[in-house]
């Protein structure tokens, strides 16, 4: 009769694969930790361009003008973007309620006539109002900082890094600051 030899890991063999992967692990974790939250501040960015553009968009099919004011509340008064958006009419009737945003930090608007909302005429464009939504994470990391461009044509774009130094660039080329 032919003794069979055990299938499988011995304990020392077990113990030296687990040390290993735990060695791997340990240094995958910070660069997982990093591109989560690259991951974060490209999603936050994104969705406050989706909803630049459903206002835009509103605007022009229904032919009126239309303000997108920071907050869950009425327009203007000082609201937050992280904490949503509202869409209304000239008379103060909201079209359409944004939720608060899944982030923690600020939101920044600058534009011409320091208005903390965005309008959008009955032809998409934003009267005399081009500026930049900027975003910086809690920890003011300038690096997950992203930042959203509009025109006077009611079209909005991100700031790109164009120096390849890790940090995003207004239009004007200088970069983003938290």
């Not at 999603?43 to 553009?53: F, G, K, T, W, Y």
């Not at 968009?57 to 004011?69: D, E, R, V, W």
């Not at 904490?83 to 923690?104: I, K």
């Not at 994470?137 to 930042?147: G, N, V, Y």
Request: hydrophobic share 40%; proline share 6%.
């Amino acid at each position: 009769m032919k003794r069979r030899s055990p299938a499988g890991f011995t304990l020392p063999e077990l113990l030296v694969t687990l040390t290993l992967l735990a060695i791997a692990f340990a240094f995958a974790a910070p660069r997982f930790d990093s591109l989560l939250a690259e991951h974060r501040s490209q999603a936050i960015i994104l969705e406050l361009a989706s909803r630049i553009e459903a206002a835009r968009k509103q605007a022009l099919a229904h032919g009126q003008t239309l303000t997108l004011c920071p907050g869950a509340d009425t327009c203007g008064e000082q609201g937050d973007w992280i904490e949503g958006a509202t869409l209304s009419t000239d008379q103060g009737r909201a079209v359409h309620r944004f939720p608060p945003l899944a982030a923690s930090g600020k939101i920044d608007w600058r534009s011409f006539g320091n208005r903390n909302w965005i309008q959008f005429a009955p032809n998409g464009l934003t009267p005399n109002q081009s500026g930049r939504l900027t975003y910086c994470p809690e920890d003011k990391d300038i690096r997950l900082a992203k930042q959203l461009i509009l025109n006077a044509s009611g079209r909005a774009r991100l700031a790109i890094d164009a120096d390849g130094d890790g940090i995003v660039e207004s239009s004007d080329g200088t970069p983003v600051e938290c």
